[in-house]
């Protein structure tokens, strides 16, 4: 790992290449535009005219929003599509037509109107134009490119950038717990067996920690599966014992009802035989004696068949009330899950919205590497559409210069492609970051 006073020795030292390239330039026309580099006079601009002997004539003038500039003396001259040497050249003849002999008149622009810049800099907004200013001077004027996740100048931006790197790394790890999760409490609640790839997860905790995580719902899964296997199979187990008990019950009480139907039959024949005085007293009291036994256990029986059904009919509505409490708990789940997952998603944008808005790259935990690529575009005040330009075209004032970066992928271990400033869309490290 390299150390702390290294990192920073590289960082400042790819700092500094970065302004000697970004500003060797800055107060020059690049050679290739030189020939036939024209700059026109626009609103805002301030120019120093110095009339040789007419000390009243001279001054600073502000170029106004029509176009033109009020002279003391030589009065209103337009200066729309005008350059500065033309506008001296339009000075001297009105001075001429004002039969001012041979005027001697210096020209001079003081300051320009801004320009502007937007999109992935450190110093977005209004920036005074310099002659000769190209895309690539207004990026360093501008501060530069955001600091990368590979430097660290010890900043508060750079702990608060390690602080959302570890809550995204955190949450990201959390939000593929929680949806796996998700994805057991739905097959559970739908009598699923397996849970789905939930391939898309990669990306965020990489292959081997989400077949952990899967392996984990899954064990859960199976044993939550065998308990209410289990469950379910005591009281199915319980219904048979309770059908048979009934069944004998009821085999019971049909021959209960044979014995009293014989008792009766007996009774009588009994009792007719003592009314002639053929038969003992005794006899008939054991006759009633054993109807009366007879009634009652009959009686008992049917006891019994009723509590028989009765706890059928118990053991039916607590399957019944199980399986509606598992379904009710299975959604109060599914809808903690979601809401942690919705809490999730938004820790996980914002964290990676400060990242992205300040340059942190995002890499994959599964192997590539992300690469940001810039792209520059120009919006000019004579036609509202974004045109794609590169690191040298020239930036005029009113122009409004957009800084877009993109992530790309590329394999482990490769690393970017060489800078090409002719190529509208510029790779990381094409322009250091120059310091505050």
Partial sequence: MTSTPVRRLDMIRAILVGLVIALSGLFSIPPSLASDYRYELRPGDEVRITVYKEPEMSGTFRVSATGSISIPGIGELKTMGMTAEELRVAAISALSARHYTNPDVAMEIVKYGPVFIMGDVRNPGRQEYIPGLTVTQLVAIAG????????????????????????????QHNYAVQTVKRARLIAERDGEKELPALSELENLVGKERLEQIKSAERHLMRTRAEEEAQRMQLRVSQQKE??????????????????????????????????????????????????????????????????????????????????????????????????????LRRRITDATEFLNNHGYALPSPSGPQAEIVRSFTLVREASPEQVAVNGNDPVLPGDVLIVTRETMTQPAGLGAAPLNTQDPRTRVGSLPPSQD
Avoid: F, H, W
Wanted: aromatic letters at 0%; a negative charge; zero cysteines.
């Fill in 144 to 171: 530069g490119y955001p600091l990368l996740a590979s430097v660290s100048d010890g900043s508060a931006l750079s702990r608060d950038a390690d602080r959302q790197r570890q809550d995204l790394a955190s949450a």
């Fill in 242 to 343: 309770v059908e048979k008990s009934k069944v004998a019950l009821e085999e019971q009480l049909i021959a209960t009802r044979r014995l009293r139907d014989i008792v009766d039959v007996d009774l009588k024949n009994i009792k007719e035989l003592k009314e002639r005085g053929l038969t003992a007293s005794t006899r008939v009291l054991d006759l009633e004696r054993m109807s009366s036994d007879t009634d009652m256990r009959l009686n008992n029986t049917i006891a019994l068949i009723a509590q028989s059904n009765q706890t059928r009919i118990n053991i039916e509505l607590e399957i019944k009330r199980s399986s509606e409490e598992r379904r009710i708990t299975l959604a109060e789940q599914l809808i903690e899950v979601e809401t942690e997952l919705a809490t």
